[in-house]
């Protein structure tokens, strides 16, 4: 069970009412390779065959909020597998569309799961936000929660309810914070050009299928149908909460630091080749 005894005091209950796989969330792509793993329709696995891959996304966008699933990753040798939980509004806003992700970087037996973090907005790609960390933990063996708080001024990433990064908007970064309504997605592909150690390990499909379990989906706030986006609007005590966040504090900003120091592996932040000058957000990263 998701405890969300976030020090932030979150207002969702400590036993929520996670949302309903078959009511909120309809198919993507690879339906074949998509199944309910329970009679209530409450979880969902994903699967990535030579064949096809998969994925679905909600049937809703949102505006700020909080977004959660408890995912299992496929074991065994997942090189090349990308496993991505997101939020985007690409169909939406084709040429500008937004985005905030965890990507999960398939994994070579013996090494620890990479999971990278990113962001952007207004379709500007060119200019990514990577960071990347070491789990800490075999994310194949049980669930973990993964979650994005996002408001107009704020993203951060938990897991395992465990701050592990946390972005500020600047004025300088003009349209590349996201600001549109999103919805919630999660697709599995096969990534072997750059996933795993930048693509030094390809997929090996003598392993496929690779499935990926997803469950106890939260999102605390009432969505919008793509053709009522401009009256889209979050349940009242989560938009109030989330528009008020501003940033971690305390225990909550010591914990996301302790987890930085021991498992980023990279940050575009301190990544000099690629950026001579630190995009303007970076004075406020620490790790």
Known sequence: MLAFNLAISLPIPEKPTFLSFKESFSTLFGDQNLRPLDANGNSVRISLTKSSASGF??????????????????????????????????????????????????????????????????????????????????????????????????I??????????????????????????????????????????????KINYGFAPFNADFAKFVIPGNGCSTDQIQQCQDNANVQKFVADFNGLKGDELSKMEDFRKKHMTYSYCHDRRRYPSSLPECIHVKG
């Open 156 to 201: 951060v990433f938990y897991v395992d309810d465990v701050p592990i990064r946390q972005v500020q908007r600047v004025d300088a970064m003009g349209g590349d914070f996201p600001s549109k309504p999103m919805s919630l997605y999660s697709t599995i592909w096969d990534g072997s050009d750059w996933a795993t150690a930048g693509g030094k390990h």
């Open 57 to 154: 996304k909600s049937r809703s966008l949102y505006n700020s909020n909080f977004f959660s699933a408890s995912i299992k990753l496929p074991p065994n040798n997942t090189a090349g597998v990308v496993v991505a939980f997101y939020t985007t509004n690409a169909d939406v806003f084709k040429s500008n569309h937004d985005e905030i992700d965890f990507e999960f970087l398939g994994n070579v037996p013996g090494q620890e799961w990479i999971v990278q973090t990113n962001l952007f907005g207004n379709g500007n790609m060119q200019r990514g936000r990577e960071e990347r960390f070491k789990l800490g933990f075999d994310p194949t063996q049980d669930f973990h929660s993964y979650s994005i708080l996002w408001n107009k001024n704020w």
